[in-house]
């Protein structure tokens, strides 16, 4: 892989200074989720992946290698071998390897992910284990678009882990066809998306026993002390999480344990008792209701599997936009 190529890309100018300012002066105040993930906090989410009551991950994790082998048989079908798979939010890249393994004419792998030095780290381990295999590691926020150099390859797009929760039914929109005009007209897109359920099997999976949850969500506070010189108080600030059902997402909160101030880069923010940090939306979808959202997007599906319980659902789209 091309270090270089992932480094020339790296966002420049400090946006996350400006995000949190804009996200702390606003009522209510929030801060995007993205910036969960540096190291450590892909460390942590990793975790939160080992964990039994974090049910998406291995309930995905299972029911890929089935996708996979069916994909594969589909494929083979159309005569479909010069394949390029291009994954969004690339994370620890656990999962890609089910797809190699099935799919096996890729040769191309892109991978796209917000940290760098996890991604790095990240394509440096698949390298090892697929030799044949050409990575593109790419530094970028996936929910800007995004120009891949033109190639002949049919992409294959894969956004594993319901991470399209954490974008609101517009923003989900925008991301789906931003990322068809990314991989072209012939282009796929396999994407696991969470379920409606039962809310207790919801509320365990974002307040898991071990609190790493917890941990995960606050290491936001955590970066902005470190990164932007900010003075949280991390006692001061409890984690808070829950099934909004009428909006049918989980929240993620930060709150307030008392009246407190806060300082970062000059600025000073207030906290009533009580009052939180809104940092994360993790919308659940009714599979038909994904597929309607897909196909206003410019993406017809054309399969879609479910885990037993029908505990997490992945899709295979292809794209029909312009
Ligand atoms: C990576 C966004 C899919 O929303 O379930 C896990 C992140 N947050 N536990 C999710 C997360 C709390 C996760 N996504």
């Given at each position: 892989m091309n270090e270089a190529q992932a480094l020339a890309i790296k966002p420049t100018g400090n946006e996350f200074l400006d995000d949190v300012l804009e996200g702390l002066r606003a009522a209510p105040k929030s801060l995007p989720p993205?910036?969960?993930?540096?190291s450590v906090g892909s460390q942590y989410f990793d975790e939160i992946c080992n964990?039994?009551?974090?049910?998406p991950y291995h309930t995905e994790l299972e029911l890929l290698p089935q996708v996979g082998h069916e994909i594969a048989q589909r494929f083979h079908a159309r005569g479909l071998q010069n394949l390029e798979i291009v994954e969004f939010g690339?994370?620890?890249?656990?999962?890609?390897g089910i797809l190699l393994r099935a799919l096996r004419t890729v040769r191309h792998f892109t991978a796209i992910d917000i940290s760098q030095e996890h991604l790095i780290e990240a394509c440096r381990t698949l390298e090892s284990q697929y030799r044949e295999l050409t990575i593109h590691p790419c530094v970028h926020d996936f929910t800007k678009p995004l120009k891949l150099s033109p190639s002949d390859r049919t992409r294959v797009g894969f956004f594993p882990?319901?991470?399209?929760?954490?974008?609101d039914r517009d923003q989900a929109r925008t991301f789906l066809r931003n990322a068809g005009k990314t991989l072209g007209s012939a282009s796929y897109m396999i994407i696991g998306v969470d379920t409606q359920k039962p809310e207790p099997i919801l509320h365990r999976a974002y307040n898991d026993g071990k609190g790493v949850t917890a941990r995960f969500n606050k290491n936001m506070l955590v970066r902005i002390n470190r990164e932007l010189g900010g003075d949280f108080t991390l006692e001061n600030f409890a984690h808070h999480a829950f099934y909004n059902s009428e909006l049918g997402r989980i929240e993620m909160h930060l709150r307030s344990l008392k009246e407190q101030a806060v300082n970062i880069d000059g600025e000073r923010f207030h906290f009533g008792r009580g009052e939180s940090i809104h940092t994360e939306n993790s919308y659940k979808y009714r599979p038909v209701d994904f597929t309607q959202l897909a196909k206003e997007a410019g993406w017809s599906t054309e399969r879609l599997w479910l885990a037993p319980e029908d505990l997490f659902s992945i899709s295979l789209l292809k794209y029909c936009g312009e």
């Open positions: 993205k910036y969960f993930y540096d964990l039994t009551d974090y049910y690339a994370g620890s890249l656990r999962k890609v882990g319901s991470t399209i929760g954490n974008l």
